[in-house]
């Protein structure tokens, strides 16, 4: 899609592996606009028969996603406006799973809040020693709702956890790698790409049977996605809501300003 001042995504098809690449000024934070073309070009890819792999990917050599555009949070005024925008999460996080290609993330730097779901939604996520991790929803009043399926069924529930309650605590790459959240962390951005390429490079190279069977085993138990992700986005949507939440972001903001 075209830049914006909110951002863009783009797709590139090569030799079987298609790359989704988002950006967004504010460290690659997501509004809706963003979280709406990512499951839309996750679910074509999914549906090219051309298409083998695909790669979620953010540009910059920093943050690899900052999570909810606070800026967008602070205009929601009802629930369903609410329940609408924490859906766009769900969205992405159920392209990922439903679209029948093996998803690989690749993540640069820090990842917050949606973030990390993102990467959780990976089937193999590769991430630099940069890539530390924070899920900072209670600090400013809601919680992970949305995206706790996806990160629990990866790291467990006691590591879930302990990367709520301390949410103002970033935890490194390589805690996020013996969670397993990563399946691999190098040490630079040259490394980590040269390690996707190969992988990807072999994975296009597979039968393509073989692969969409592997992605059914990988995402057995998770059927009722659509339903769970959907009930967990009207609960942030709620309480986004609250005054407690609308005086943190703005807080935030100012801070940043």
Same mark, same amino acid.
């Given at each position: 899609?075209?830049?914006?001042?909110?951002?863009?995504?783009?797709?590139?098809?090569?030799? @079987?592996?298609?790359?989704?690449?988002?950006?967004?000024?504010?460290?690659?934070?997501?509004?809706?606009?963003?979280?709406?073309?990512?499951?839309?070009?996750?679910?074509? #890819?999914?549906?090219?028969?051309?298409?083998?792999?695909?790669?979620?990917?953010?540009?910059?050599?920093?943050?690899?996603?900052?999570?909810?555009?606070?800026?967008?949070?602070?205009?929601?005024?009802?629930?369903?406006?609410?329940?609408?925008?924490?859906?766009?999460?769900?969205?992405?996080?159920?392209?990922?799973?439903?679209?029948?290609?093996?998803?690989?993330?690749?993540?640069?730097?820090?990842?917050? &809040?949606?973030?990390? @779901?993102?990467? #959780?939604?990976?089937?193999?996520?590769?991430?630099?020693?940069?890539?530390?991790?924070?899920?900072?929803?209670?600090?400013?009043?809601? &919680?992970?709702?949305?995206?706790?399926?996806?990160?629990?069924?990866?790291? &467990?529930?006691?590591?879930?956890?302990?990367?709520?309650?301390?949410?103002?605590?970033?935890?490194?790459?390589?805690?996020?790698?013996?969670? @397993?959240?990563?399946?691999?962390?190098?040490?630079?951005?040259?490394?980590?790409?040269?390690?996707?390429?190969?992988?990807?490079?072999?994975?296009?190279?597979?039968?393509?049977?073989?692969?969409?069977?592997?992605?059914?085993?990988?995402?057995?138990?998770?059927?009722?996605?659509?339903?769970?992700?959907?009930?967990?986005?009207?609960?942030? &949507?709620?309480?986004?809501?609250?005054?407690?939440?609308?005086?943190?972001?703005?807080?935030?903001?100012?801070?940043?300003?």
């Amino acid at each position: 899609m075209p830049e914006t001042p909110t951002g863009r995504v783009t797709t590139t098809i090569n030799d @079987g592996i298609a790359t989704v690449s988002f950006f967004h000024p504010a460290q690659n934070s997501l509004p809706s606009n963003l979280l709406a073309s990512l499951t839309d070009d996750i679910k074509q #890819a999914g549906e090219d028969n051309a298409v083998r792999v695909i790669v979620i990917k953010s540009e910059g050599d920093r943050t690899f996603c900052a999570g909810a555009s606070f800026d967008e949070l602070l205009q929601i005024k009802d629930k369903a406006t609410g329940a609408e925008f924490f859906s766009g999460f769900a969205n992405v996080i159920n392209a990922c799973r439903t679209c029948g290609k093996i998803v690989i993330v690749r993540v640069q730097g820090k990842s917050v &809040g949606g973030g990390v @779901g993102l990467a #959780a939604a990976a089937d193999y996520c590769l991430a630099t020693e940069a890539a530390s991790i924070k899920l900072s929803e209670l600090a400013i009043g809601i &919680g992970p709702f949305v995206i706790s399926p996806a990160v629990t069924r990866k790291i &467990g529930l006691s590591a879930f956890s302990q990367l709520t309650i301390r949410a103002t605590d970033f935890q490194t790459a390589r805690w996020a790698m013996d969670k @397993g959240l990563y399946n691999e962390v190098h040490p630079d951005i040259g490394a980590l790409d040269e390690s996707v390429n190969a992988l990807t490079a072999k994975l296009a190279s597979y039968h393509p049977d073989a692969l969409k069977g592997l992605k059914q085993i990988l995402w057995e138990g998770t059927e009722n996605w659509d339903e769970l992700l959907a009930a967990r986005a009207a609960i942030s &949507g709620e309480l986004v809501l609250s005054e407690f939440t609308q005086q943190a972001l703005s807080q935030f903001l100012q801070g940043k300003r």
